[in-house]
């Protein structure tokens, strides 16, 4: 029998290998010296050299009586334009290169070029913009917002009440609420020609903006514009190492925070009481470092996977103290804080047969503050501080483990389950070791026609060391009080998700999640907490060109709290919140019209979410709704003009309302108080953009 040699071949030859070798019909024992290598060929690896891709250009009108519009939009602009491209080139000796963008030239953009050489070499350079807005609402009677002193008008008029301030309505000014934050970054990878490779990358991250911060002067508090002008540098390189069934890498990362202005002056915009300070200064966030190192590592055989990994860093922060106005001898000019990190993970894998595979993981995590501790004098504004205090170098450290096992009970049924357990351990705190036990069960099955299933419930149990309170953390606290994060706690929860698909046009999968936390020995404090949410999605190709797709979410979580008035050590008010969201969703399109080049689509959006608290204590007081709604709508037409080139035209449309009481307040709603306004939305937002898309 005669037969060529080729890829095929060979592949088959090596499944059969166990079986043939033992007759010396192995591949090790084939006599190969006499064939010509340079005439095989494969068929089916045809590999497309040259250009390839897309690129997109688009320019549209953006109308918007909020600011906080563009944060749905992606742009603050009226007039709007973006750039999108996936552009990839290809040669014959392995190089390859690629140009990727996405809303270039919008609040929100990003920008990739990559150059490679497959097994040597990779250079990619990249850039995001990544823009947030709160409003442009906000007012101040303040001059130099942007800038690190805060003055007030010339012909200010000190009063001793917000009321009174007789040049305040006159002197207001509106100033934005933002944050744009530019991403630059580079990074190099050489491969070398055995086993090993290395990398470098560093990026930069420009953040600036404005946003609210809050100046006091004895008992009298301003709501101030603070500028923000922040640089991060990181940098990170490393060396992995490559063998047939393990890895391994050595990892080093760096982070550098900057911040170009330290701190924050102002005048004061109250009459001077009790001998205070006609000007006020505020520390900004101040400069540090961290640097990490790693080691980490994979070994795989014989159906086992273990992988685990070693990081040691340190967190530092020198910069000195701001003491403009401040009229107390500090101990120190720097806090010089020195944070120490140790971290280590270890999991395993094991496939015992076809049927079960058993995991298990160990994570330790343990953050030591090295920070010396000082003796400060507070400044004295209440009859419970003055007092002299230490700055409290709060250590942690956190263990967890798990165990689970996958089974397949038979075709298309799986049974999955574990056991996970938390240590954390904490210093200067009302509970110095906290323990949670959790036990799961997974059941999934997929071996009916048409539905795919699975189920999931488990239990978890906090306990501890004994509660007792803090003179570190809560010396004003009624001592029954038990923190939610600290306290007894049981959870159970269930989940459970079904996917339908009874004809090959329509799917419908539904979910749904219920949990109840009980802080079963919790006096005085979070006693209750459930939740309950639920999602479905129908997907139906009503024809064959006419595509409907509708969602729905729900989300209810409902807390139950008791308090204790004046130290009592019976609960005497008791407070319900309800958090409610509803998310709904419709889809539709239909395709090829106009001789199959049209598409024509719409997306629509409605998110409500919503809040209540209500206190009993005798009667029932409501402290009012909070809420927040938004309609989206998206119309879009798409026209194929030709093989390579498609136009889009689209519209959205944003409605927006919110209601909260933090919000909604008048500049002079409180005495000692001189806010920002109110701050909350209603507006409309329109969007028409045209785009031009083309095919290389």
């Not at 690629?98 to 990739?112: E, K, V």
């Not at 490679?116 to 007012?139: C, E, L, N, P, W």
């Not at 120190?332 to 496939?351: F, Q, S």
Request: hydrophobic share 35%; with cysteine.
């Amino acid at each position: 029998m005669k037969f060529k040699i080729n890829l095929i071949t060979i592949a088959l030859l090596a499944n059969a290998g166990a079986a043939m070798a033992a007759d010396g019909y192995g591949i090790a024992d084939a006599n190969t010296a006499n064939i010509n290598l340079t005439k095989w060929k494969c068929s089916a690896c045809k590999i497309d050299t040259g250009v390839s891709g897309n690129i997109g250009a688009s320019v549209g009108y953006h109308n918007a009586d909020d600011m906080h519009a563009a944060n749905a939009m992606g742009t603050a602009n009226e007039t709007v334009g973006k750039l999108d491209a996936d552009i990839r080139y290809r040669g014959k000796n392995g190089y390859q290169a690629a140009i990727t963008t996405s809303n270039l030239g919008m609040d929100n953009g990003r920008a990739a070029v990559s150059s490679s050489k497959i097994g040597q070499h990779k250079i990619v350079m990249d850039f995001r913009q990544i823009t947030t807005y709160d409003g442009d609402s906000a007012q101040t009677p303040y001059l130099g917002v942007g800038s690190d002193y805060l003055s007030l008008p010339a012909n200010w008029v000190n009063a001793g009440s917000s009321h009174d301030m007789t040049q305040l309505s006159s002197s207001l000014s509106p100033f934005e609420q933002s944050m744009k934050r530019k991403r630059y970054g580079i990074g190099l990878e050489f491969q070398g020609e055995t086993l090993w490779k290395t990398f470098v990358s560093y990026q930069r991250e420009d953040k600036t903006g404005i946003k609210t911060t809050t100046g006091t002067i004895f008992n009298q508090a301003t709501m101030l514009p603070e500028p923000v002008d922040y640089r991060t540098d990181t940098l990170e390189a490393g060396l992995q190492l490559t063998g047939d069934h393990w890895f391994t890498a050595l990892t080093y990362n760096g982070s550098f925070f900057r911040n170009d202005d330290q701190s924050l002056g102002f005048d004061s915009a109250f009459s001077p009481t009790f001998g205070a300070a006609t000007t006020g200064y505020k520390a900004l966030d101040p400069d540090n470092n961290a640097h990490t190192v790693s080691l980490s590592g994979q070994y795989a055989a014989a159906g086992s996977v273990v992988s685990g990994r070693m990081m040691m860093g340190r967190m530092t922060q020198d910069q000195d103290f701001v003491t403009t106005g401040y009229g107390y001898t500090l101990p120190e000019g720097n806090l010089d804080a020195e944070v120490a990190i140790t971290a280590m993970d270890i999991r395993a894998v094991k496939r015992l047969n076809r049927d079960l595979r058993l995991s298990a993981s160990y994570n330790y995590y343990d953050r030591d503050n090295q920070t010396d501790v000082y003796e400060w004098t507070q400044v004295s504004i209440n009859n419970v501080t003055g007092n002299t205090v230490y700055n409290t170098p709060y250590d942690n450290t956190v263990q967890r483990a798990k165990l689970a096992a996958d089974y397949r009970i038979t075709t298309g049924v799986k049974l999955n389950g574990g056991y996970d357990y938390r240590r954390d351990e904490r210093n200067y705190s009302d509970r110095e070791v906290t323990d949670e036990h959790t036990v799961w069960a997974r059941l999934g099955v997929s071996t009916f026609e048409h539905w795919n299933m699975w189920l999931k419930g488990s239990y978890g149990s906090r306990d501890g060391s004994d509660y007792e309170v803090s003179q570190w953390t809560s010396s004003e606290a009624n001592p029954l009080l038990r923190k939610y994060y600290l306290a007894n706690r049981d959870r159970k929860m269930v989940e459970a998700r079904v996917t339908h698909t009874p004809i090959d046009k329509l799917t419908i999968d539904f979910g749904g999640r219920y949990a109840l936390d009980d802080y079963q020995d919790t006096k005085i404090g979070l006693t209750e907490s459930r939740e309950l949410s639920y999602d479905a999605n129908v997907n139906y190709q009503l024809l064959t060109d006419l595509n409907l797709n509708l969602f729905y979410n729900h989300q209810l979580i409902k807390n139950e709290q008791a308090g204790a008035a004046n130290f009592s050590t019976v609960a005497n008010w008791f407070a319900n919140t309800d958090d409610k969201v509803d998310v709904f969703g419709a889809g539709a399109y239909y395709d090829n019209l106009l001789e199959k080049k049209l598409r024509l689509g719409l997306d629509y959006t409605y998110a409500k979410s919503d809040s209540s608290t209500k206190v009993r204590q005798g009667i029932t007081g409501d402290y009012g709704d909070y809420f927040a709604k938004e309609h989206d709508i998206n119309l879009y037409a798409q026209y194929q003009a030709s093989e390579k080139v498609a136009l889009r035209l689209d519209y959205k449309m944003v409605k927006y309302e919110d209601n909260d009481s933090a919000n909604d307040l008048a500049i002079d709603g409180i005495w000692n108080l001189l806010s920002i306004g109110d701050t909350s939305h209603d507006y409309n937002a329109h969007l028409v953009m045209l785009s031009v898309n083309y095919k290389l």
